[in-house]
């Protein structure tokens, strides 16, 4: 299914040219999208229109700055989405501070007020999806109709293609990725899950489709009577006829992590997901997560850590020791828990409103996800800044964010985790 050349006939330049932005940078949007279009390097009202990232404008910046490329006929998501529906109005949406504020995740200049645009729902019949995950990090999806054309707002990347099919979908299923491809308990239960459980709720889905859908996902998505499908392993580019496909926009762009900013229909979905739970392992109520290499954010005094822990009555463990189902089935029954900054905090999901949630923070990298997840589903949450292996204590509410400090390792203050933990018993 072959694409045109570079540059169409009679293309209209945009009202807005684009061509302050050099050739370099328009290369690297075609062949990195997802690091330059999250950069400054391009402003987003020259790649997005009406909240979605569109193809024409995107061409335009090829054609103004002379990259080639290739390049498809565009239809606009109008004119070929059978159905269209808003999963979820636009809102503010108001934080809570907590008590201290010592971490630059708690820095928000536009005073715990967010604005969260609507959720929209789109349904294209006999398309196809294009994917790229080949490359780790900078993962592309377009949709296409039947006869070839690329749907514009339907697509994250800069380089469009369309192949022979590789397999299909035959039944009514809903696209439920996004940029986050690799497998991340996080965000499965705050993002990829609400779509599965909102496309079936709303419009009928029966199939979800992921590009990492290990047996955990298939064991979450089962509880909901929805088969989890995904490429085969090997087949790590290429394109699926679908019969009949659902898509949320912020499988593209706007993506609000964790959980749109704890939406009404992401929390209705982490309510459901307990309620189909089988009722609760008899388990620990305290629960502190386990953390060694290769995974990053390791401990380094993990003896004292431990020994504290004992004094105060946690269980420390591993959840991925445990069946998918009897992971979720255990956190039914924690009443705190605790653990470095990670995905596995993400198992708040499963507990109970007014348990508690203890997030330990290194200083130089973290997010907001476990503090808004916790205070959207009524825990009550805790944090302590840990120190820094190498720098030692940080002012942890002066750093920027940079990924490049993700797997530094931290060592708790362990008079103030004591502290900490006394507070919480008496």
Known sequence: MAASGSDGPGRERMSDPASAIGRDTATALRDGFL??????????????????FDLDKIYGIYDDAGVEYRR?????????????????????????????????????ADGYLQRVLPWHLFRIRDGFVSYDITRPGQPEFYF????????????????????????QVETPCV????????????????????????????AGAQTALLFSAPGYVADLCGLF???????????????????????????FNGLKHPGRFGGPRHLDTLAALRAALPP?????KRYFLHRE?????????????????????????????????????MFLNVEMLGGVHGAGLANLAFQSPGSTVIELLP????????????????????????????????NARAQVHDVRNNRRNVVVPEAAFEALLAGLDA
């Open 35 to 52: 690091r330059t279009s999250r950069s400054a390097q391009v402003p987003n009202h020259l790649l997005i229109t009406n909240g979605l």
């Open 144 to 167: 296409f109709t039947a006869g070839g054309e690329a749907i514009n707002g339907l697509f994250f990347g800069g380089q469009p293609f369309l192949e022979d099919p590789g397999w």
């Open 280 to 284: 609760a392992l008899d388990g620990p």
């Open 175 to 202: 696209f439920a990725d996004d940029f986050f491809v690799r497998f991340n308990i996080c965000h499965l239960l705050f993002d990829k899950l609400p779509r599965i459980h909102t496309a079936q709720t709303l």
């Open 293 to 329: 290499p290769p995974l990053p954010r390791v401990i380094e005094n993990a003896a004292a850590v431990a020994r504290i822990l004992d004094r105060h009555g946690f269980h420390t463990g591993d959840p991925a020791a445990l069946a998918p189902l009897d992971q979720m089935r």
């Open 225 to 251: 009577g929805i088969t989890a499908v995904a490429p085969p392993p090997g087949r790590r580019r290429g394109t699926i006829a679908l019969r009949d496909c659902l898509i949320f926009s912020d499988s």
């Open 363 to 394: 200083p130089l990298c973290a997010t907001r996800a476990y503090w808004a997840m916790s205070q959207k589903t009524g825990l009550d949450y805790h944090h302590l800044v840990c120190d820094d292996p190498e720098l030692g204590t940080v």
């Open 72 to 108: 498809y006929p565009i239809a606009p998501w109008r004119a070929v989405c059978t159905e269209h529906q808003i999963a979820d109005t636009p809102r503010n949406v108001t934080w809570q501070p907590p008590a201290r504020l010592d971490h630059y995740i708690f820095n928000m």
